[in-house]
């Protein structure tokens, strides 16, 4: 995981931000696990609701509403805006279903994650995906969830590092 620390810290040194729902903190949990952290991580939020996804991200609530807030748009908007709330140049996010329901037509569990790269003339460049879980438990989505919201993070900010 030094990778990370290592991608962050080239020049331009960049500073990190996390917007989590379905993972819990768990995504947090694994970028404060990496030795020096402290040098390029800002902070992070759960916003489980999508009253505190609009309220502290932004999130647009007509769209979220309509999805339940799981969708490739909303986690965009949370990497965006977990940018913005702490001032950070990257931002990662995740929102999904750690499980089925009935309620919102969900056989499978799935996720979407997000990673926002702050342009140097303004704007970002987003990256999302999707992840579908079948047959692993909630807590079992949510760890695989969180390790690949991670390994997008490495992976856009690596492609964005290259000359």
């Not at 810290?9 to 990190?16: A, V, W």
């Not at 768990?26 to 009253?51: K, M, P």
């Not at 690949?148 to 900010?157: D, G, K």
Request: net charge positive; with cysteine; charged share 20%.
């Amino acid at each position: 995981m030094s990778e990370l620390r290592e991608l962050m810290l080239m020049e331009p040194p960049l500073t990190l931000a996390v917007a989590e729902s379905l993972t819990g903190g768990r995504l947090q949990a694994r970028i404060t696990a990496v030795s020096g952290a402290s040098e390029f991580f800002l902070g992070g939020i759960t916003a489980y609701t999508l009253d505190q996804k609009v309220r502290h991200l932004g999130v647009a609530r007509a769209g979220a509403r309509a999805s339940n807030s799981v969708s490739r748009r909303v986690a965009e908007q949370m990497a965006r805006g977990a940018c913005a709330l702490f001032g950070a140049d990257a931002g990662v996010s995740t929102t999904g279903y750690a499980e089925s329901s009935a309620e919102w037509k969900v056989r499978v569990p799935f996720a979407w994650w997000a990673v926002a790269l702050r342009r140097p003339r303004g704007g970002f460049s987003v990256t999302s995906g999707s992840i579908r879980l079948p047959g692993l438990t909630r807590v079992e989505v949510q760890e695989a969830v969180a390790e690949a919201a991670l390994e997008a993070l490495l992976r856009a900010t690596a492609a964005a590092r290259r000359p």
